[in-house]
């Protein structure tokens, strides 16, 4: 292996490695001119014939807090409908796997078993956006279908790698997700746009407990199988 191939290498496994997902951030807004950084390397994204079938909403300042206290007032009073839908059931190693981040997530904020009022609680963070200062929504377009939806899950990966590498705190959300029909008002955006992810976006509070702990990840030979004849 080059020098130059071994330093790419490492770079990237840093950033695989290293990447988290923060759950509080500093009131601190980050300044355009890295978040544009961070769109720049997103956009290089991958995606079906070129197609880049990705648009992000992204808040700042008065549009942040605009959302936020809307969105949470909206979740209080309305259920969700997800356009693209969630999983019906977790089972097996899915199920574990489940469990575990949970109950880590929980314990790191003194969340006990059968705490329900605590794990709502926690629960509307979400919607909170844990504080963060920015938040981005990521929609495909409609006739794009699922295939629209995965090219937008390969740019929400670019997009939390660029982040890790400016050393910006974020977390995915599906929760955000569940309220579709929530952004297209807010944002005006056509009935044509399905929404598919969310990220909160900021610098991450390291003093927080919730920020302490770390998923787990399987052996990668426990998620191929080799086929040679």
């Known amino acids: 292996m080059s020098t130059t191939t071994s330093a790419t290498y490492e770079a990237l496994h840093t950033l695989l490695a290293d990447r988290w997902t923060c759950r509080q951030f ?11 950084k961070l769109l720049d390397l997103a956009q290089r994204t991958p995606s079906w014939c070129n197609t880049q079938p990705w648009h992000v909403e992204l808040t700042e300042g008065a549009g942040t807090e605009r959302l936020r206290s809307r969105l949470l007032a909206h979740v209080r009073e309305n259920g969700g ?65 699922v295939y ?16 890790q590498s400016l050393g910006l705190g974020a977390a995915p959300q599906a929760a955000l997700a569940a309220y579709p029909d929530f952004f297209r008002e807010h944002f ?3 009935e044509n746009r399905r929404v598919v992810a969310a990220v909160s976006l900021g610098r991450p509070d390291l003093a927080h407990p919730v920020n302490s702990f770390r998923t787990s990840r399987a052996d ?10």
């Open 220 to 229: 990668a030979r426990e998620a191929v199988t080799w086929h040679t004849t």
């Open 26 to 36: 500093l009131p601190d807004p980050v300044p355009r001119a890295v978040l544009e």
């Open 188 to 190: 005006g955006l056509p």
């Open 81 to 145: 409908a997800p356009d693209f839908a969630f999983p019906t059931r977790y089972t097996g190693v899915y199920q574990q796997r489940r469990r575990e981040c949970g109950v880590r997530l929980y314990q790191s904020v003194g969340i006990g078993k059968g705490d329900h009022e605590g794990t709502m609680r926690q629960a509307l963070r979400n919607f909170e956006l844990f504080d963060a200062p920015h938040v981005a929504i990521i929609t495909t377009e409609a006739d794009l279908g």
């Open 148 to 163: 629209g939806a995965i090219d937008c899950g390969l740019y929400l990966n670019s997009f939390l790698l660029a982040a």
